[in-house]
């Protein structure tokens, strides 16, 4: 885990036991990886690639990282959006804003309801997320274990029944904990731990992992809720912790 923070980096002191940087998340398996949002967390990682990172949309705190990504310039990187990703990204890394581009980078819009292959076979899925100018949340499965990413989701009108359709049966749920339930603001795009455990039950999930704190909240406020969490069985997430499934 490289980022469980949302909207803006908390590098503060009193943020730091959970991590301060923004949505990041690698996921390795028998011959390949996946990156699953590339907020400030992503810019620790090197290596020759080739490199896959699925982006849940295109908001700063979930793209920051690809500014100072060291792999673009020197390596294969796939990247996988919604649609207009490509001219978006192209508009935004690299001059004037920065002083270098995506490389040769290549972009794969893709969209609710398609699938597509990784390296070493594992198959992604799509589905549409309630957030403000949309979202995508990704499953990745190689037929025996299974994973779910769904940050950014509200449970608005009928996401949480197409969401728990989507996730049933996932060994893990990654999920959007940005707020607090006492805190939760209606028609911001994003849920709580509460919500997560209640639906990672009614999806069979075998673990939730909450992420994507808000930034107000410090390492004792998160410590708070992580106890109240893990009486219902929910985990927090932390910078450099690993899960094996």
Not at 43 to 64: F, Y
Not at 121 to 148: F, I
Request: proline share 6%.
């Amino acid at each position: 885990m490289r980022g469980v923070r949302g909207s803006v980096p908390t590098p503060a002191a009193d943020h730091l036991a959970y991590g301060g940087n923004t949505a990041c998340f690698t996921v390795d398996w028998d011959g390949g990886q996946a990156v699953l949002d590339a907020g400030t967390g992503l810019t620790g990682l090197t290596g020759a690639g080739p490199w896959h990172i699925l982006l849940s949309h295109l908001h700063m705190d979930h793209i920051a990282g690809l500014f100072g990504f060291a792999p673009l310039q020197d390596s294969t990187v796939h990247l996988y959006g919604p649609a207009g990703s490509r001219s978006l990204l192209e508009g935004l890394v690299g001059p004037p804003f920065w002083p270098v581009g995506l490389g040769q980078a290549v972009l794969h819009e893709t969209a609710p309801g398609r699938s597509f292959p990784l390296p070493g076979g594992v198959e992604v899925s799509v589905l549409a997320g309630c957030h403000p100018n949309g979202s995508l949340l990704y499953r990745l499965t190689d037929g025996e274990t299974c994973l779910v990413y769904a940050l950014d989701c509200e449970l608005a009108g009928d996401m949480a029944a197409r969401l728990t359709a989507f996730a049933q049966g996932a060994d893990l749920l990654i999920w959007d904990a940005a707020f607090a339930p006492r805190d939760l603001r209606p028609g911001w795009g994003h849920s709580t731990w509460a919500e997560g455990i209640a639906l990672g039950r009614a999806a069979e999930v075998g673990q939730v992992l909450m992420t994507h704190y808000g930034p107000d909240y410090d390492d004792r406020s998160l410590q708070a809720q992580e106890r109240l969490a893990h009486e219902a069985g929910g985990l927090f997430a932390r910078e450099g912790m690993t899960i094996e499934l």
